[in-house]
């Protein structure tokens, strides 16, 4: 991997979230059929505006690593492929300080269900088959 792309902060992480689906997708026995860029709804340039729109008093890009990304809706609680996929979407993903995230787990929180049907909503359930 090319050292000035993994030295910008949103690069990695937009690289790490990208390989954590590839080989989620391995174990799962999923079947890629769309590329990654679809999958997570953005590219990394417009990634790291929107993700610093998220970020929390006090989180830089200098300080990744005392905070760390979440999956609002963990992708553990995924039951199916299309579902992966979804909880998958950038907006999905949110900057969270690391000792927080390790204590939230995998637990689905009251924002977490209210997520789920954001990301399950009419419009982008269509939003997300037009792309298919």
Not at 48 to 72: A, C, Q, R, V
Request: glycine letters at 4%.
């Amino acid at each position: 991997m090319n050292k000035s792309r993994m030295s910008k902060p949103h690069i990695k992480v937009y690289l790490n979230l990208k390989s954590r689906l590839r080989r989620d997708f391995k174990i799962k026995k999923y079947t890629k059929t769309k590329n990654f860029n679809l999958i997570f709804g953005v590219t990394p340039a417009l990634f790291k505006p929107y993700l610093e729109s998220l970020f929390i008093d006090g989180m830089t890009w200098e300080n990744y690593g005392e905070w760390e990304i979440d999956h609002i809706v963990p992708l553990s609680h995924s039951e199916n492929q299309l579902q992966y996929e979804m909880y998958s979407n950038h907006k999905n993903v949110r900057p969270y300080w690391k000792t927080e995230n390790k204590k939230k787990g995998k637990k689905i929180t009251s924002r977490s269900e209210e997520h789920t049907s954001e990301l399950q909503s009419p419009c982008n359930l269509v939003c997300r088959l037009l792309l298919e």
